[in-house]
């Protein structure tokens, strides 16, 4: 049976492309490398590393093996800092997805502060507004709007959020406030690829799409370009908003408009140190929204 050592070196040799210089990394001798990752082939009945004069390179089989073993080796040092004191440095790497409205406006800000307390912790944005499986692309966090609906994820609500349809007072002077669900179906529409369709209190409205963006924030530029009408979530807009660059059309008019925001992750209901970590930053990062829904 191999040992826990014999996994890092492993990864080592992986990283460094060489016996020699995982040897020189891990401070032991060129012979117990070249050993163990012999014990490790023998044991997994795979050959691991393409080898000659001056390197190795993995082979299919050691590439798989590579991205298997490196969060189940992260995850054993995470359990070793929560049955210790749990104190020590974050290290390694996290990856995220989420919005980019979320990311531009509420993370972001916040980022500078937390690399000051986390240097040794990398972080990766997977910024996109389609559906992440946290398990399948090996994601190990999200910030999420609108209702959930997988179970096996475990949730927590950072923030209370609501769709409206908005659009710029330009466009709005041009082509007339709507007053009716008919009046929107005659008018111009920015949106998602995937918005064809919304619910309304007065029936199913379908809407004829002059500008299709793939991104949240360009969704947002085109509504305030005068483009077309849009839906978007209001703390997405609150600053247009708030500054009279959009202004909120039909208030009211959406069927079951909340969205609310959400942290999620996968696995156990206690998260890692690193996950735990960033959801403290979301949870920071929408305060201040939180406290304006309260008193509004």
């Known amino acids: ?175 007339g406030m709507p007053s009716s669900v008919e009046d929107l179906r005659k008018m111009r529409w920015a949106c998602l690829p995937w918005q064809t369709r919304f619910d309304t209190h007065e029936g199913q409205l379908s809407v004829t799409r002059r500008i299709a963006v793939s991104n949240s924030d360009m969704l947002t530029e085109a509504a305030v370009q005068g483009l077309g009408l849009a839906v978007k979530s209001r703390l997405a807009v609150q600053r247009e908003l708030q500054q009279g660059t959009l202004v909120e059309v039909l208030p009211g008019v959406m069927k079951s408009p909340s969205a609310p925001i959400a942290f999620v992750h996968a696995g156990s209901s206690t998260p890692g140190r690193k996950v735990r970590a960033f959801s403290d930053l979301a949870d920071r990062a929408f305060q201040g929204a939180r406290q304006r829904r309260s008193s509004a």
Not at 68 to 86: K, N
Not at 99 to 124: A, G, K, N, V
Not at 150 to 157: E, N
């Open 1 to 175: 049976m191999y040992h826990v050592n014999d996994l890092l070196t492993f990864v080592s040799v992986a990283k460094t492309g060489g016996v020699g210089s995982a040897a020189k990394a891990l401070g032991i001798s060129a012979a117990t490398v070249s050993h163990r990752i012999a014990k490790l082939e023998e044991v997994l009945n795979l050959e691991l590393f393409h080898r000659n004069s001056r390197r190795v390179q993995l082979t299919k089989e050691g590439l798989i093996f590579l991205d298997r073993i490196e969060p189940v080796l992260s995850d054993l040092r995470e359990a070793e800092l929560e049955a210790g004191s749990g104190k020590g440095a974050l290290r390694g790497h996290l990856r995220v997805t989420l919005s980019p409205w979320i990311l531009s406006r509420f993370i972001m800000p916040l980022m500078d502060s937390f690399q000051e307390d986390h240097p040794d912790l990398t972080i990766e944005f997977l910024a996109v507004d389609r559906y992440v499986s946290l398990v399948d692309e090996g994601v190990d966090c999200a910030i999420r709007v609108g209702q959930l609906a997988d179970s096996t994820l475990k949730a927590r609500k950072l923030c209370d959020n609501d769709r409206i349809i908005c659009a710029a007072p330009g466009f709005v002077a041009r082509h």
